[in-house]
């Protein structure tokens, strides 16, 4: 019996078991589905509350992709789906609309009565989007590089609740290249070191980066047989339940990236082209898809996929991400992109037969030359920034392909408060009615990093069910109320004013700038700062004075509101964008005093800015979602030795600083993030030599080494906190109050 057959029987067995352990026949697909979602309902609601659900089968009708009721009566609520992730989907509109419930990735409100309510009228909701897809490459590294299996089952739960039914899955598939490229002439130890440690490794799928990188292996070294051992285990286990609640697992497809000049030295008769770098870094070398190796080592790619991770229907890969047409005929080098194509679809349809090619829609790619000559009806292209750049719209919809509206929304894990409600709630429906979009056949949320906005993921999950428009100011007073536990006039009043601030955008901002204006502590000290990133935006996306009332409406909100996890975590958030917009402010003061040569007011506005800094550290020091001490505890759980550990823990500290190595002076700062324990640890120290040499000498200091310090704090061994300390309501009130007693 081989893996796939045993994994498959597995999954078989156990479905069967739990159905005949409720007294019913393992009979159809729909069977199983119903086990796996009364398993989600008792770990996301409790045995007593799952008890309750009775769930039923349900078909689509014409035009429908998936369908869901909601009916019953109290104490014994009917759920009716056309497949697990339907049923999924159901439980969360019976949560949110007729519990008054909420789930987030940022906090649950789940205390529910003793007898569960039904809706006064049955419910049916049906989505005419057959690929609802989710997961960059990219939140694999600024999200959930170091999850365990607790943290992957709730999220895998959330996802199906979102009506995800294509999902990316990135977490041990490296275990891939290490069979596969043995087979070519490589040795075990010269493929590990190859691949790059698991934060860094989604730009390695892309081929934009290799573990040969000398600068971060002189701190990372090679990737160990364990963790290689670990991952795998873990990402089966991912692939398993995904396909227990409905979920197509999405995996890497194979795109001809090889382990660099080893490669080519072990198989000379081959054309493998050097790819350059990106940002600094080496790049993999590319194996030409038309050339006759090619076939021979896509087939042991799919094959010890296969036998790790079973196979699925859709897999994910570019041909040159993030390639410029100008950079593409060196990297080609003589081979034709329309041919290379056509055989990285052959090889995937060898392997897998009727598999579709997912391709993203993101700067050059795909190109029309790519997808004239595939087979159009196996490729799907994921229109990574349909709310903003709208290249479906520039390209006449991928010219006949079939795609997926996508927004990103979010850049490099960034934390600002900000995202695009507008395009998905009210211009996505039209899309979806609109002739122009030709063949869209789903949607795709892809964010850089997640588990921030939560607001942004709770609308994006509902929109594959709404044929109309939403009205968003009357979508996010209900939203506080569910997230709060009641309607209150002060919740209602911070979220207006959220509405038409931070979440007002109508565009993503990746055209005008990515993500929000970004907290001034990350940025690199001057007297003028525009964003800490590259390509954050330089302005303000809002006025901060229409802003700051947010938190004293939240401040003001009924103390039985104030005990909620999701509240606790707005509180959190609203105060340290305050805190974050002030300091913005502070710096226009000290640069205006600077420029009038007002010495005691360069020193007063410093120390100011520098308590703003520290009141930010502690209100994000009360709430565990904040903490970088659980980030560099997870990083260094994955570690087998302590040397592993501690390399682990560098690589974590390396990406949300300097991104890798002082060599890729674009990065830096890209993944930047507001942390209890990485301000004081790391901005801080920064501004103070700043603001020490400025008051001091009354000239404003530019430092060159900004990146050696940098990389030194990255291979630091502090320990920070890993729980929470401190009362988040006491906190916020007092800082509140702090900032009353001096006014800007």
Request: proline content about 6%; charged content about 25%.
């Amino acid at each position: 019996m081989t893996a796939v057959t045993r994994r498959t029987f597995l999954l078989v067995s156990l479905a069967a078991g739990s159905l005949a352990a409720a007294g019913r026949t393992p009979s159809s697909p729909s069977g199983a589905d119903s086990a796996a979602v009364r398993k989600a309902i008792e770990r996301l609601l409790g045995s007593d509350a799952a008890e309750q659900f009775v769930l039923d089968e349900l078909a689509p009708a014409a035009g429908e992709a998936d369908v869901f009721e909601i009916g019953g009566s109290r104490g014994e609520v009917r759920l009716a789906g056309s497949g697990g992730v339907a049923l999924m989907s159901g439980l969360r509109w019976w949560l949110e609309h007729v519990a008054g419930g909420h789930l987030s990735t940022n906090g649950d409100r789940t205390a529910l009565p003793d007898d569960l309510p039904a809706p006064a009228q049955s419910v049916r909701r049906s989505t005419e989007l057959v690929e609802r897809y989710s997961n960059n490459f990219t939140s694999f590294g600024y999200t959930s590089p170091f999850w365990g299996w607790s943290e992957w089952e709730r999220e895998l739960d959330r996802l199906a609740m979102s009506g995800v039914n294509r999902a990316l899955t990135l977490v041990g598939q490296e275990i891939v290249w290490y069979e596969a490229f043995q087979h070519f002439g490589l040795s075990g130890a010269e493929v590990r070191r190859w691949i790059a440690q698991p934060a860094h490794q989604p730009w390695q799928w892309f081929g934009e980066i290799t573990g040969y990188d000398e600068a971060d292996n002189a701190h990372c070294g090679p990737v160990s047989r364990t963790l290689l051992g670990r991952r795998a285990q873990l990402g089966g286990r991912i692939a398993d339940r995904m396909r227990e609640l409905g979920i197509t697992p999405v995996f890497p497809a194979f795109a001809g990236h090889v382990p660099d000049r080893v490669f080519a030295e072990r198989n000379p008769d081959a054309h493998v082209v050097a790819q350059g770098n990106y940002a600094g870094h080496p790049r993999p070398y590319w194996l030409d898809c038309t050339d006759p190796l090619y076939p021979a080592v896509a087939e042991r790619f799919y094959r010890a996929q296969a036998e790790h991770f079973g196979t699925t229907t859709h897999y994910s890969t570019d041909l040159f991400h993030e390639v410029g047409d100008d950079e593409l005929p060196a990297l080609l080098d003589g081979a034709d992109l329309a041919r290379a194509g056509v055989a990285v679809q052959t090889s995937l349809e060898r392997a897998v037969p009727g598999a579709r090619w997912l391709l993203q829609g993101w700067h050059s790619n795909p190109r029309r030359a790519l997808l004239d000559a595939v087979d159009r009806e196996r490729v799907v292209v994921l229109d990574m920034d349909s709310d903003d750049s709208r290249k479906w719209q520039h390209t006449e919809a991928y010219w006949g392909t079939p795609w997926c509206w996508g927004t990103i929304n979010n850049f490099g894990g960034r934390l600002g408060m900000f995202g695009n409600l507008v395009e998905p709630g009210r211009t996505l429906p039209a899309v979806r009615v609109d002739p122009a979009r030709r063949r869209l056949v789903g949607m795709a949320v892809v964010p850089e990093g997640t588990h921030h906005n939560p607001v942004v993921a709770d609308l994006l999950a509902e929109m594959p069910w709404h044929r109309e428009p939403v009205d968003l100011a009357a979508w996010v007073r209900d939203y506080a109320r569910r997230r709060y536990g009641a309607d209150d006039p002060r919740a209602a009043a911070a979220w207006d004013i959220l509405l038409r601030t931070a979440y007002a955008h109508s565009a993503t901002g990746h055209t005008s700038g990515e993500g929000p204006h970004e907290t001034p502590f990350a940025a690199e000290p001057a007297l003028v700062v525009g964003s800490a990133s590259m390509w954050g935006p330089d302005q303000w996306r809002y006025d901060p004075s229409e802003f700051a009332p947010c938190l004293d409406h939240l401040l003001a909100v009924a103390p039985p509101l104030r005990d909620s996890a999701p509240y606790r975590y707005d509180l959190v958030d609203v105060t340290r964008q305050v805190l974050a917009n002030r300091a913005r402010l502070l710096l226009d003061r000290l640069r205006a005093a600077h420029e009038s040569g007002d010495r005691e007011g360069v020193a007063r506005h410093s120390a100011r800015f520098l308590r703003a800094l520290d009141l930010s550290e502690e209100i994000l020091g009360t709430h565990e979602d904040w903490l970088l001490g659980r980030r560099l505890a997870q990083a260094r759980s994955w570690g087998s030795t302590g040397a592993e550990a501690n390399a682990l823990e560098r690589e974590a500290r390396t990406l949300i600083t300097t991104w890798s190595a002082p060599a890729a002076p674009a990065l830096r700062e890209y993944a930047n993030r507001d942390w209890h324990g990485l301000l004081s640890g790391y901005y801080r120290p920064r501004w103070e030599r700043f603001f020490e040499v400025l008051t001091n000498t009354g000239e404003p200091p530019v430092f060159q080494d900004w990146a050696e310090r940098g990389h030194a704090w990255a291979r630091g061994r502090e320990r920070y906190r890993t729980r929470p300390a401190g009362d988040t309501f006491d906190t916020a009130a007092r800082i509140a109050a702090a900032l009353v007693e001096d006014p800007l």
